[in-house]
């Protein structure tokens, strides 16, 4: 038995994807290569040598696509610019790579459909990488003029622009734990990406700003729940703030309070270079947002070394271990609790959204007022296990039919969201995982390129298209 609920008028619902992930026509238009072009091509990086080269062929079929949405009753459609295809050498402005985002822009206005911005979903030129990447300061400048240029061909019809999306995963999974494009691995170059990402997010909002007061302009974050294995462990809660600290509240301080945790500066240690921070860069960084991206999957529980004993097992863990995200805090342990997971072994935890969204409306979204969204919420689940080409995926309608209900509770206790959108539209390059993971409400047959609605894009475009569930 389950209560129907209804969400307030004007709550924005629907999918999103990333450039990299969909559009494929990797080198038309005089698109320039990007990190996960050079990534992808490196043996032993990606699953099977799975490439976005040709990934959905969005970049041919988007009228179509759009049509698809439509047709699933989507209120907005959240996508990413490719920053190749708009600066193939990290500079220039290529006309050619905008002209592409501006039909998509006209394409989904005339359905209807809001069309959200994401500047930068992980796809860097690789001109800006071999100059640096993210941890060379000489990339937030380069950001900044892209981003204008964006704004430039397309501010006339769009009005909601996201900077960055996740750079936790942009600096601690590309250049920490090197299981991202570029594939680095010096936890002091993560550290100095994540400051950098910060720091371009910060200057772009200002300059867009100047350049039209009337945007809407944000960031989305992903979080992830930390719970320690024992609450009465102090090992274990050490284990779990260290991680919350690092994955959420290292990214939400600078940009809503502007200083970094100090528990996380010092759990760092000498690690946290003493040249990074400039003086400004945290004034920067925390500009006023009006949207506060959330991005959620899953929450973990964790298990640590006492604290006192943390430092040394942390530097161990650095000198002999495969290479972690957790910059610092390395020796931290996640655990299964043996209950539900995805296909990508991410535990489901729907609660954990609702007690996300309500910490963050108290304590992260200021006196301004910035508005929260779920720009992300989905589920890998298996493909067509009876080989009929249509997914009876239960189990992904009952993961979002959880979470959205995780999300009207938050409301309902006080936290000013404004819109879901599900990840993903379809099937698509789930990173280095390649096509082995499928996210898609719709089904991609990669050899036709044929979409086919799964059972969840059913329901959700009943969700869509009232406002409600049940
Ligand atoms: C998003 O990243 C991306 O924005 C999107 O491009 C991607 O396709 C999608 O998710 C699906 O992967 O501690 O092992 O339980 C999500 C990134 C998900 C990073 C959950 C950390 C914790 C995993 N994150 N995760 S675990």
Redesign the pocket.
């Known amino acids: 038995m389950t209560t129907p609920i209804t969400f307030p008028s004007g709550f924005l619902l629907g999918s999103a994807t ?1 450039a990299y ?1 969909v559009e494929g026509a990797a080198h038309e238009d005089g698109r320039g290569d990007c990190i996960w072009d050079t990534f992808s091509a490196t043996p032993g990086a990606v699953v099977h040598g799975h490439t976005g080269a040709v990934a959905c062929d969005h970049y041919h079929r988007m009228p179509q696509d759009v049509a698809l949405m439509r047709s699933l009753n989507l209120g907005a459609y959240r996508f990413s610019v490719s920053w190749a295809r708009v600066c193939p050498d990290g500079r220039t402005v290529n006309e050619k790579g905008l002209d592409f985002y501006s039909r998509l822009v006209d394409e989904l206005l005339a359905a209807d459909i809001v069309p959200w911005v994401t500047l930068y ?2 796809d860097l030129p690789q001109a800006l990488e071999e100059a640096g990447g993210w941890p060379a300061r000489g990339v937030v400048d380069r950001f900044v003029d892209y981003a204008l240029a964006v704004y430039e061909r397309l501010g006339d019809r769009v009005r909601q622009l996201t900077t960055l ?2 750079p ?2 942009s600096a601690f ?1 590309g250049y920490a734990a090197g299981v991202h494009a570029p594939g680095r691995t010096d936890p002091q170059d993560g550290l100095r990406a994540a400051h950098h990402l910060l720091l371009a997010h910060g200057r772009a909002v200002q300059a867009l700003r100047e350049r039209d007061p009337g945007l809407e302009l944000g960031l989305t974050l ?1 979080f ?1 729940e930390m719970q320690p294995q024992d609450p009465a462990s102090a090992g274990d809660r050490d284990a779990a703030r260290r991680l919350d600290g690092l ?1 959420n509240r290292f990214f939400v301080e600078p940009l809503t309070r502007g200083a970094y945790p100090e528990d996380v500066l010092e759990d760092l240690g000498e690690l946290w270079p003493q040249d990074l921070v400039h003086d400004g860069d945290l004034a920067d960084i925390s500009t006023p947002i009006d949207v506060l991206g959330v ?1 959620f ?2 929450g ?1 529980m964790v298990t640590g070394p006492h604290p006192e004993s943390a430092p040394e097992a942390a530097r161990q863990a650095r000198a002999y271990d495969a290479p972690s995200p957790n910059v610092g805090s390395e020796h931290v342990v ?1 655990v299964r609790r043996g209950t539900p997971v995805t296909d ?4 489901i935890r729907p609660q954990a959204l609702r007690d996300l969204l309500l910490w963050l409306q108290r304590d992260h979204t200021g006196p301004a007022g910035t508005r929260l969204y779920v720009t ?1 919420n ?1 589920a ?1 689940m298996p493909d067509d296990p009876d080989g009929t080409g249509f997914v009876d995926d239960q189990d992904r309608v009952a993961y979002l039919d959880g979470h959205l209900r995780a999300v009207h509770e938050a409301i309902q206790c006080g936290a000013d969201v404004r819109g879901y959108f599900v ?2 539209l379809m099937d ?1 390059y ?2 280095a995982y390649g096509y082995t ?1 499928r ?1 898609g409400i719709v089904r991609v047959d990669y050899d036709t390129q044929e979409r086919t609605p799964k059972a969840s894009a059913r329901w959700f475009a009943d969700v869509a298209g009232s406002g409600a569930i049940g």
């Open positions: 990333a992930q979903h992980w999306n996740e936790w995963c999974l992903n992830t994955a991005n999957y899953t973990s996640v990508m072994g991410w535990e992300e989905g890998a990840w993903s698509n789930e990173w993971r996210f």
